[in-house]
């Protein structure tokens, strides 16, 4: 089993450490507000632990649950301890003033900022496309979630492929890492859609086959 | 019902005009190919009208189905019979050098170049990240299509999502022309994605719902 330590106490953790938990993996969670990372391991259906960011991480992957400008400023203070780890970016960096745009650069992606913040880490961009409520339910209408995996280093993509895989949802290998630019535009979409979709905010976005 | 003019006669045109007979909807064809486009339409389960591009348009809709240059070009060509019309763009504008970018300006999309270029017809993106063969199926694994409608103007809008939910498949309604940025990005993911999943160009993609 892989261990995994997810930063931030949000929804987001919430959903996968309880994929993770179904996984039988071991979930660390860190973050600045210790207290609601107590609260929310009380919560999950399983053994967690927890503490603030700065304790040594346990997980060979990490997770950086937290918005675009929180995940960048914390990879950037953890950079040195995120060297040579598998550290997941699940963001969509959503201009949340105009929910009409993404407030990375052209030809980039949150991913790649963040693997330039922290360049000696092996970025993999993952679950910006799953939504927290269908993560806790393992399903949306009945369906496995698709997670859509990206990622520059083969070694680090399939032991996230292989996390998600054996936490019961299907990994989808999305390809290199700059494909987080279409990812992000899709997860960002997949928001926008939500009032159309009325506002449930259960959605998948599935890859279905012939 | 609504007439629809599909310009083109390739696989595109033949999964739309599939899709648009079993609705029960008048469909006409126009293509530089003639032949090809009588042989497509002898091929069709009903009754389709052909001719060579500048015949006159029968369709209230009028669907690009060929590639981001040709399309511009002949819509460059076909502006003047074209302004007032509804005007559908499916194309997404992979860089087909590379397989690795789109070739559209950052900020941009095809449907939003195609606006420049007829700014007095009504665009409409749709159809983008549905593949031929499900089209002419009619379905993907057994779901109902997904088709993602993006425009400006509302009543286009609405005359594109009836036309789509009229044959068999479903509408989502994702909202400004712009957002067919990240509808074109999804597009060209969704290609990109054949080669993790097995190259069957049978796959849709769908919102579930939970």
């Given amino acids: 089993m892989t261990d995994i330590t997810i930063i931030g106490a949000g929804n987001m953790t919430r959903g996968i450490a309880t994929r993770a938990l179904a996984g039988g993996h071991a979930v660390q969670i860190l973050a600045r507000d210790t207290a609601a990372a107590g609260t929310l391991a009380g919560e999950l259906p399983g053994t967690v632990t ?71 880490s092996k970025v993999v961009k993952a679950f910006n496309t799953t939504f927290a409520g269908p993560l806790v339910a393992g399903e949306s209408d009945g369906h496995k979630l698709d997670v859509f995996v990206a990622a520059d280093d083969a070694e680090a993509k399939a032991a996230v492929v292989s996390f998600v895989d054996s936490s019961g949802m299907r990994a989808i290998d999305a390809g290199a890492l700059k494909r987080a630019q279409q990812l992000e535009g899709m997860g960002f979409l997949h928001m926008t859609l939500q009032g159309a979709l009325g506002n449930t905010w259960s959605t998948g976005v599935k890859i279905v086959a012939a």
Same sequence: chains 1, 2.
Wanted: glycine share 6%; net charge negative.
């Fill in 50 to 120: 927890t503490g603030p960011i700065g304790d040594a991480i346990t997980g060979e992957i990490v997770v950086l649950a937290l918005p675009y400008d929180a995940a960048l400023a914390i990879a950037e203070q953890l950079r040195e301890v995120l060297a040579g780890k598998i550290v997941v970016d699940i963001t969509n960096p959503v201009d949340f003033a105009t929910f009409d745009s993404l407030v990375t650069p052209d030809d980039s992606s949150s991913a790649e900022e963040l693997a330039k913040v922290v360049p000696a």
